[in-house]
């Protein structure tokens, strides 16, 4: 499992950040974001990478925890 910080960021940084873990080809990412655009298009990103994604929120963060799909 890999854990990504993205908080703070601007697009595209977490999508690039994200990227970038994908590559390892792990069975599980977990992200944080605080932004709505970053969480969209890291969302977008992961599904069409081949991972499923499911989302909470808490306070101001979004949790995306993205995994492999078999």
């Known amino acids: 499992m890999i854990e990504i910080n ?3 960021l601007s697009c595209p940084e977490p999508v690039v950040m994200l ?3 994908l590559k390892e080809k792990p ?3 977990i992200i944080h974001v605080d932004a709505p655009a970053a969480c969209e298009n ?3 990103f992961a599904t ?3 991972y499923t994604v499911e989302k909470s929120t808490q306070e101001n963060k979004t949790v995306l925890i ?3 799909k078999h």
């Open 66 to 68: 993205c995994r492999k």
């Open 19 to 21: 990227a970038k873990a």
């Open 48 to 50: 069409n990478s081949g």
């Open 27 to 29: 069975t599980e990412v």
């Open 6 to 8: 993205a908080c703070g």
């Open 42 to 44: 890291c969302t977008r």
